[in-house]
């Protein structure tokens, strides 16, 4: 057996109710404490009630879109001058992963863009992060478990990660019930990211006994959750998908990504589509290209095999064209196309350059230099 290691959260809490435990579990880090939070304060405004119990001093920060480094340098030049004891991030993936990113670099002196990978220096943190309580609102990114955050870099038209392995949260608390009731684009876009993101673990060239574990398990359990969902609000699968997000941020921290990260990089920096769309839009595609270039006698083959009867099973679909079928799904569940979604044909080969040089594609089940991005692309207008 391949030797491989693996790491996540030091505390995952997970269920219905679990939310109430975050204000306490903060308090243990100290008296200082920051809440990262989504756009709409009103959202946050029971959590930072239950912070200001325990600390009146708490402050707290929006963020209004997915992070960039124009917001993380406003961030960092107000932190730095009074670090808290304890990051506490609600929300999305965005908000995790701009609280991730404020606490990794709040103790680190120099430019962001020191610490950034692909276009800043990727230097390694200089200091450990502020220690960080992540409770998710959406079930897509996994961001309460991954050692990363992603940052965009306009200047750049990219979108690249800040990376440490000391990064991963102290504390994860994933209740379900913070999704309920989410509007209907944000269920399938954000689910379609958590679905992308225990496949691309299993079919990664880092896949390892332990992340196979969890997504063989979650493909299922996510392709369920959503076809549930597709016909009426569900806790159960609400539960499901919160479930199949975590062990997709987990898989991917452990085994990483591929093709469709690796492209999804690349577009949403030019596009600023919503990243989850970009990975639901492409999904299908990838896989499709994926099949047709591996030989039927590889064991990833074999994988794809599998992911495609359970996708065929799911959807009530037969074999053949199953990929087709997935992809008309994923259209009558509201996401838009690549042409919808901002990329013109005239910037395929631009793309699918830059996507073979993205890190998430460097654990594609195929080289990138063997792999047709421009298909894909193609095929996904």
């Not at 679990?18 to 903060?26: D, G, K, L, S």
């Not at 959590?47 to 920060?61: E, G, K, M, N």
């Not at 994988?303 to 053949?320: C, F, G």
């Not at 994923?330 to 838009?336: A, E, K, M, Y």
Request: glycine share 8%; aromatic share 4%; hydrophobic share 45%.
């Amino acid at each position: 057996m391949t030797p491989f290691s693996f790491s996540t959260a030091q505390i995952i809490h997970f269920g219905r109710g679990t939310a109430a435990m975050v204000a306490e579990a903060a308090a243990r880090y100290g008296g200082r404490a920051l809440l990262v939070h989504g756009r709409k304060a009103e959202r946050a405004a029971w959590l930072l009630r239950d912070l200001t119990a325990h600390d009146p001093q708490v402050h707290s920060i929006a963020v209004s879109a997915e992070p960039d480094l124009p917001f993380l340098e406003r961030a960092l030049a107000d932190i730095r001058r009074d670090q808290p004891d304890i990051v506490v991030a609600l929300g999305g993936g965005s908000a995790i992963d701009a609280a991730k990113a404020i606490a990794a670099l709040t103790p680190s002196p120099g430019a962001p863009l020191d610490y950034l990978e692909v276009v800043g220096k990727g230097q390694p943190l200089a200091a450990a992060p502020i220690p960080v309580i992540a409770v998710p609102t959406t079930a897509g990114t996994g961001a309460e478990v991954t050692k990363n955050a992603v940052i965009g870099v306009p200047e750049h038209k990219r979108k690249v990660s800040l990376r440490d392995d000391r990064m991963l949260p102290h504390i994860a608390i994933v209740d379900p019930s913070l999704s309920d009731h989410s509007p209907p684009g944000v269920t399938f876009s954000s689910g379609l990211d958590a679905l992308a993101q225990v496949i691309e673990p299993f079919l990664s060239t880092k896949a390892n006994p332990l992340t196979d574990a969890l997504c063989r398990d979650a493909i299922r359990r996510g392709l369920g959750a959503l076809v549930r969902l597709a016909e009426t609000e569900d806790p159960a699968a609400r539960d499901d998908l919160a479930l199949t997000s975590l062990m997709g941020g987990i898989a991917l921290a452990n085994a990483k990504l591929g093709a469709v990260h690796g492209l999804a990089a690349v577009i949403g920096g030019r596009t600023q589509a919503p990243h989850g769309e970009i990975c639901g839009s492409l999904l299908p595609h990838v896989l499709q290209e994926t099949e047709r270039a591996l030989a039927s006698d590889s064991p990833v083959a074999e994988r794809v095999t599998s992911i495609k009867t359970w996708i065929a099973a799911a959807l009530d679909a037969p074999m053949e064209g199953v990929w087709d079928h997935f992809a008309h799904w994923n259209r009558t569940r509201g996401l838009r196309g690549m042409r919808e979604l901002g990329l013109t044909a005239t910037e395929i080969t631009e793309i699918a350059t830059e996507a073979r040089r993205a890190s998430s594609s460097q654990t594609n089940p195929i080289a990138p230099d063997k792999y047709d991005f421009d298909a894909v692309l193609t095929r996904a207008l």
